[in-house]
Each structure stands twice: as structure tokens, then as C-alpha cells.
């Protein structure tokens, strides 16, 4: 070894020079070996330059400053590539990570609801970097969604919309959300359901199928949803006698069917809310059809649906009931009754007997008592209210 003016010199046995030399008491070895003694020297001498400038790095400091600098453009990458990631495929990896308040999946209809929304009014954005959409690009896009007319559609669209870009903000991929646009999420059409008359609904059972009477009884007076309807069951029906006498029928419901598109089978799980699980006694106006119906058509077995498709077995699809209602309700001169309207008629008549909001929110398997309140209308029943609050007067 060759003592230089800084550092050490030696001569391997292969012929190559190795340049060595001392900081802070530990010696440290070139990154490679030399060619000639000069080319060794010229080493030590730019090492001991760069230790003079605060410049020199240890093979350890070298090699994590390599691998920061590697990590550094790794996510770099990433995030170019999160940047670039587009809003339909941000979206649908969002919809994949939907939980409820109670951290369960969120329901197949509702996850059908968002894939239509995405796939339908939100289409136009599909595209977009999910990191690039601005207040701008929303009030663009909601702009057009209301010049389709479909002012309900738009608003349930704008609070997805909303919802999801909350969440790559909060994930990194949006800087901040985009400033709200005053009641985008909470527009309405201003068209209210109003429930069929009396004299409607008479009109809409009689068009309807034989088999399917019965269902459209039960529904205006019980107040069950259409899933809740197609999946009940013979054991769901409690009948309480007396010497032998019916005399009440309750309908037990803790179920529900949803088909949605795509499935090959239905789903079958709870109500649509927890309240849903409930015990709704019928009138004998709604019982007494119900009863003559599972005599003639539904098997002896507690697993029979009360209103099955037409192999008797499967659960009836909402679009099979569907194409009869919309012909019945037309019969009717209500085109534009929905289904749903049957439970406003439940609701309506049951407050005008007396019920409660509370109880109405009850029956209907609703948690909240202001949400139950917009199902209830007039009956007609008016007049004679107002004579019995004019009798109530005149004997306080």
C-alpha cells in the first residue's frame, strides 16, 4: 500500500489499483477499482474535494440517496397515474367499497340505483380524470342533465356525484371538492304521487289479472312495498280464530325480493329500512280476499309465496307486475299512478282512521314520522271531520 498525501493506494493481485482513505475514523473503499495508479489517484483527489465541499456521500449514503430518489419517482408515477385515473373507473372502484351506517354491503337495489346513475346522467363524465373536475365541469354537467327535463334524476345524480368526489378528495386524488351548487341534490319535478280514489282503485282490481287481485288489495291496505309484497310467504299470514271464526289476520314481514339487472337470481334479505321488520294487522276489507286467494291458488306449505311468477315457484319480477298494473291503472284514467301510490292510499286512510304519524310510520315500516307524513293525503272525508269536530264543540 502507497501512502499518498490524502488517502492510501494498493495494488490488488488482479493488477487493478484500489483507493482507499479515512473519515471520521472509518475507512472507506473506492466504488471500484482502477486501471492505473494515475486514474486511482485522480479518485482520491475529487473525493477529497467533494468531502471539502459537504458534497461526498458514503457507498451506504449513496445507495439510500438511489433508493429515495427511486421511491420519489416510483410515486410519482403513481401519482400521475391516480391523476390520470378516470372518474368511471374511480367511480365503480367506489361503488365497490360502499358500506351502510351499519357496516353491512349496502343493498343490491341501491348499488343498482348508483351503476344506473353512473351509467346513465353521469355517463357524459366517464371519461374525465376524476382529478380534474373543477366547479366548472360540474356546473357544465348539470346544466345538461337539467335540460333533459328529468329534474329528479339530475338531483339524485348530482348527490352520487358529490358523494364520490368527497371521497377522492379525501383519498388524495381531488384537491378539494368542487364548491356546491345551491340545491342541485334536492331539485324536484313538483309532481307529488297522489293516491288512486276509491272508485279508481275499484277500477284498477277489476282489470287486473284474477290472480293478482288480491295483491293489489292487500297492498292499498296494508301499506307493504312491492318487494316486500312479492316475498311473502303462507307463514308469513297469522290468523287468529275465535270458536273457529277469523277473526284477524296479520301479515308478518321481515323480508324483501329485489331483482336487478345483470343477476341471475333475486336477492332476497331484509326490508328496505330496520323499522321494515314489523306485524301489519289487515282490515277484513283486505283479509277476506287474501284468505279466499291462498285457498284457491297457494299450496299447504309455509314456504308458498302468496303471489309466486308464473311457474308458481320463483319469485314474481317487478317489471311481470308491472305491464298489468300499467294497463289497469289506465282503465283506471290514472296513467300516472305508480304502484307506490297504493301505499299513500295505506297511509292516507289509516291516518284518516285515527292513526298516529308515529303509527303511520309504523305500518308502513318507515323509522322516521316526517318521512311517513308526506304518504298521507285527503280521503275525502273532510265534511264530515269537520261535522264531528263541530260536535266535539258543542259538548265541551
Partial sequence: MSR???????????????ASFIVDGVRHTGPTTFDTKGAARAYLSRTQAEIA????LSKEDAAAARQ??????????????????????????????????????????TRAEYRRLLDG???????????????AAVEDWHAAALATGRVTQAARAYALLSSILRSAVSRGMLAEAPEPIRGAASAKTGKPVKPPTPEELAVIIAEMPERLRSFVIVAAWSGLRS?????????????????????????????????TTGATKPHIGAPKTGAGV??????????????????DRVPLNPDALLWPAADGVANMRQ?????????????????????????????SHYSAAGATSRE?????????????????????????????????????
Fill in 4 to 18: 499518498e498525501a490524502w488517502g492510501a493506494l494498493r495494488r490488488l493481485p488482479s493488477k487493478r489499483w484500489q
Fill in 53 to 56: 465541499a459537504g458534497t461526498w
Fill in 68 to 109: 429515495a430518489a427511486a421511491d420519489e419517482r416510483a410515486a410519482a408515477e403513481r401519482d400521475a397515474e391516480r391523476r390520470a385515473l378516470p372518474f368511471s373507473a374511480f367511480a365503480t372502484d367506489w361503488l365497490s367499497k360502499r358500506y351502510s351506517a351499519s357496516g353491512k354491503p349496502i343493498r343490491e337495489t
Fill in 121 to 135: 346522467p353521469l355517463a357524459s363524465l366517464a371519461d374525465i380524470p376524476v382529478s380534474s373536475i373543477d366547479r
Fill in 227 to 259: 318487494g316486500e309484497m312479492r316475498e311473502l310467504r303462507r307463514g308469513d299470514v297469522v290468523v287468529t280464530r275465535d270458536a273457529g271464526a277469523v277473526v284477524g289476520v296479520a301479515l308478518r314481514v321481515s323480508r324483501a325480493v329485489t331483482h
Fill in 278 to 295: 314489523r306485524v301489519v294487522p289487515l282490515p277484513a276489507v283486505a283479509y277476506r280476499p287474501l284468505l279466499s286467494h291462498m285457498a
Fill in 319 to 347: 317489471s311481470t307486475f308491472a305491464r298489468h298494473w300499467k294497463n289497469a291503472r289506465e282503465s283506471a284514467g290514472r296513467p300516472d299512478l305508480p304502484l307506490h301510490g297504493l301505499r299513500h292510499y295505506a297511509a
Fill in 360 to 396: 303511520v310510520a309504523d305500518r308502513l315500516g318507515q323509522a322516521s314520522e316526517g318521512i311517513a307524513l308526506r304518504y298521507t293525503h285527503g280521503t275525502g272525508r273532510e265534511a264530515s271531520l269537520v261535522e264531528a269536530l263541530d260536535a266535539a264543540a258543542l259538548t265541551a
